[in-house]
């Protein structure tokens, strides 16, 4: 049973991977990164500087104003601010 407990242990510390996330907040109605935004996005991507990344999901969200066609493609739009941002 000792035996057990420790491949269990050694198991999890091969499978372990951290997640981590940061959120990038805009304006109402907008989908450009305010300057204090941008400065929070550099200080979380410097910090991932010793990591080794294998995936990055990256999500649009708003509010429920307007449309749902309309929200839909500002959702998109954020998304793509940020992906265009971390690919520069």
Same mark, same amino acid.
């Given at each position: 049973?000792?035996?057990?407990?420790?491949?269990? $242990? &050694?198991? =999890? !510390?091969? #499978?372990? %991977?951290?997640?981590?996330?940061?959120?990038?907040?805009?304006?109402? /109605?907008?989908?450009?990164?305010?300057?204090?935004?941008?400065?929070?996005?550099?200080? $979380? &991507?410097? =910090? !991932?500087? #010793?990591? %080794?990344?294998?995936?990055?999901?990256?999500?649009?969200?708003?509010? /429920?104003?307007?449309?749902?066609?309309?929200?839909?493609?500002?959702?998109?739009?954020?998304?793509?601010?940020?992906?265009?941002?971390?690919?520069?």
């Amino acid at each position: 049973m000792q035996r057990f407990t420790y491949l269990i $242990f &050694i198991l =999890s !510390l091969f #499978s372990y %991977t951290q997640e981590l996330s940061h959120n990038v907040f805009f304006e109402t /109605d907008n989908y450009e990164v305010t300057t204090n935004e941008e400065r929070r996005l550099n200080s $979380f &991507i410097s =910090s !991932l500087d #010793s990591l %080794t990344i294998k995936t990055i999901t990256i999500n649009g969200y708003c509010d /429920d104003r307007g449309t749902v066609i309309y929200n839909l493609e500002l959702s998109k739009k954020r998304a793509q601010t940020i992906k265009k941002y971390l690919l520069i």
